[in-house]
């Protein structure tokens, strides 16, 4: 059975994940500048290795690389696959 503490670390981590599609669509609509979502990117980056999951970090890694190059759709579609898996 999952303690109370459980169910919260996994909605910080869920809210973390999720943050990724937003800092996205804020470089999209150039409310931000792309550094700060790659910076953000290289920080989850680091926490999921430190964690030892590279299903999570490769996906992340990817984004990384791809910067903005890549469609909205396929940023959510990433992002929710991470929620699902976490």
Request: glycine letters at 4%.
């Given at each position: 059975?999952?303690?109370?503490?459980?169910?919260?670390?996994?909605?910080?981590?869920?809210?973390?994940?999720?943050?990724?599609?937003?800092?996205?669509?804020?470089?999209?609509?150039?409310?931000?500048?792309?550094?700060?979502?790659?910076?953000?990117?290289?920080?989850?980056?680091?926490?999921?290795?430190?964690?030892?999951?590279?299903?999570?970090?490769?996906?992340?890694?990817?984004?990384?690389?791809?910067?903005?190059?890549?469609?909205?759709?396929?940023?959510k579609s990433?992002?929710?696959?991470?929620?699902?898996?976490?």
């Open positions: 059975m999952r303690s109370k503490g459980d169910a919260m670390d996994k909605e910080k981590i869920i809210s973390q994940i999720y943050k990724i599609l937003l800092l996205y669509e804020d470089v999209i609509d150039k409310k931000i500048a792309l550094q700060d979502y790659l910076s953000y990117l290289d920080r989850m980056y680091v926490y999921w290795v430190g964690a030892d999951r590279k299903d999570i970090y490769n996906v992340i890694k990817g984004l990384r690389v791809l910067e903005e190059n890549v469609e909205h759709q396929t940023v990433m992002v929710f696959h991470l929620i699902h898996i976490v």
